[in-house]
């Protein structure tokens, strides 16, 4: 069946809804959903796993108004565009917790395509305010790109009553982003591992300290880069002194750092890493248009598709690379039939890729015949890689043909749940790997590889 989505109704909803697509990509993003109710939720819903994001998106020009004065014109500016979007916010979380259904069409025929355990999602609330950039701008020489100051405490400060200071209850935090900004920390943080795992480190600094306050979101994912524990693997905001109670982050600091060499390096890096992005885009959309083959639901949770989706960017790079050089390699001979296959890890533990390639001279029959059969042979090259590295838990396998050879291709995808392994699985695909070899030739080559998130120049 055909998704019909919302691609938002103006144009900063239009901007965030694209914005969203290329982050948490299309299958999880939708745009003006609704209630039972007939009325809008929010104006944009994105689920991934456990994680529901939950975002509004508000615009007033009321701050162009330099005839008013600014701290009466900028508590009426905050009333119409933030408060009222905090307690609608938290209204639609606890809809979403009593199990309230949600829709993407106002004429409520067509439910919500993501199912949401109200028992284990996590919640994160976004607010988008437009409107204030010039009035920021102007109000401050120190204000560089016209970004509102954020402040999370458990009481308001008197001196954050100024124009464009937001005090936010860090008891019940939600995360505002503005006009600036919104385009960096989605650009920035454009997948689902690299966004979640960002908000979830921010509220555990809000958490963690009295107060925090920084004069730019973009100031504070600049704090973020810049401290990484190795023991979680993970970045982090705030510092390792346990003294601090307290955290502000000044004016400037992204400004500094988009102009250093290391953040060209990273974005000049990131660019193979798209591949990973259209690969999974693409079966994405089949899958809302109602054409994608096979017995996967792409919308019911596990699938191949949901598991590469995981990848931070930084290894999405890495799994482009090498998926390309694998595409270059492939042997040129006058074989009529030919296989390659690739083995690459995850950034998740227990966890790796099968990558296998076809090239058979002459296919009558391509939909009812070949394709059938390169599926069952990623099948078994699936289960040889479980039997080769027993501690893998997970093996998703993509197959496609040799595009040396073809102008035309499709891929296949499968995802093998393999934790638990029985005696008669491992001989049965030991049996059917008779005749593939997949993992027995003399002809395999290892590289070891440490793909970094932050590539020196």
Not at 160 to 185: A, G, R, T
Not at 440 to 453: D, L, R, V
Request: glycine residues 4%.
């Amino acid at each position: 069946m055909k998704i019909i989505k919302s691609t938002g109704t103006t144009k900063t909803e239009k901007l965030l809804s694209k914005l969203c697509n290329d982050s948490f990509l299309e299958l999880w993003s939708y745009p003006n959903p609704f209630n039972s109710k007939k009325k809008e939720l929010c104006d944009l819903l994105a689920v991934f796993e456990n994680h529901v994001f939950i975002f509004f998106d508000r615009e007033n020009l009321q701050l162009d108004n330099r005839d008013k004065d600014p701290e009466i014109n900028w508590k009426r500016w905050k009333r119409k565009v933030i408060e009222p979007q905090i307690r609608t916010a938290n209204g639609v979380e606890r809809y979403i917790k009593n199990n309230g259904k949600i829709y993407l069409d106002k004429d409520l025929k067509q439910q919500f395509p993501i199912p949401i355990n109200p028992e284990t999602m996590v919640v994160h609330k976004i607010i988008i305010a437009h409107g204030a950039k010039e009035a920021c701008l102007q109000s401050s020489k120190n204000n560089i790109y016209g970004s509102l100051a954020i402040n999370y405490s458990s009481t308001d400060i008197d001196f954050l009553q100024f124009p464009y200071h937001v005090h936010l209850d860090k008891n019940c935090p939600v995360h505002l982003f503005d006009s600036h900004n919104l385009p960096i920390i989605l650009g920035e943080l454009d997948t689902f591992f690299d966004f979640s795992t960002y908000l979830n480190a921010k509220v555990e600094a809000i958490k963690k300290y009295d107060y925090l306050s920084y004069c730019g979101e973009e100031d504070l994912l600049v704090n973020y880069f810049s401290n990484f524990n190795k023991e979680t693997n993970r970045h982090f905001i705030g510092v390792k002194d346990i003294n601090v109670n307290g955290l502000h982050i000044g004016e400037g600091d992204w400004k500094d750092f988009v102009d250093s060499e290391l953040y060209k390096s990273k974005k000049d890096a990131d660019e193979i890493s798209y591949t990973w992005d259209r690969l999974i885009q693409k079966t994405c959309r089949n899958a809302l248009n109602g054409v994608l083959g096979g017995n996967a639901n792409l919308f019911s949770g596990q699938s191949a598709i949901l598991e590469m989706a995981k990848e931070p960017r930084f290894m999405r790079r890495y799994l482009s690379q090498k998926i390309i050089d694998a595409i270059n390699k492939f042997p040129e001979n006058q074989a009529k039939f030919m296989k390659q296959l690739t083995f690459l890890y995850s950034f998740y533990e227990n966890k790796a890729y099968v990558i296998l390639q076809l090239k058979v001279f002459k296919i009558n029959d391509y939909k009812n015949e070949y394709r059938p059969k390169r599926q069952r042979m990623l099948e078994i090259a699936c289960g040889a890689a479980k039997n080769k590295f027993p501690n893998l838990n997970k093996i998703i396998g993509i197959a496609f043909d040799a595009m040396k050879f073809t102008d035309y291709n499709s891929e296949d995808f499968i995802l093998l749940n393999c934790s638990e392994w029985s005696n008669e699985e491992k001989q049965y695909y030991e049996k059917c790997n008779k005749s593939m070899n997949f993992f027995k030739t003399g002809k395999i080559h290892k590289e070891q590889n440490n793909p970094t998130e932050f590539p020196r120049p």
